[in-house]
C-alpha cells in the first residue's frame, strides 16, 4: 500500500476506476475535490444527470472547483442518492 487510506476509500476509488471512465484515482480526497470525477460517476449512473453547461472543466480557483462539488450534490440528488447535511465546501 502506497497510502495511508482505508478499505472503503480504497474500494470507493477502486470502483470508480472500473466503470471506464478513464479515472485515475490516486488519493479520493485529492483526486475528487474539484467535483470532476464525482460528476463522471453521476452522470455514468444517470446519463444527463450531470448538466455539463454549469461545470467547470478545467477549475482554476477555489469557487469554481467548489461550484463544481455543488453541481456534483445536485446530480446525487438527482439520481436518487440521499445526500443530507452535505454541500460542495463539505468535498
Known sequence: ??????????????????????LVLTNLFEDCRDGLPLLAVCDFLQPGAVSWESVSLSPSSIYERVGNCNAAVDAAKRIGLHVIGIGGKDI
Do not use: I, K, P, T
Open 1 to 22: 500500500r502506497l497510502f495511508n487510506d482505508s478499505r472503503e476509500e480504497r474500494a470507493l476509488r477502486m470502483w470508480m476506476a472500473s466503470l471506464g471512465l478513464g
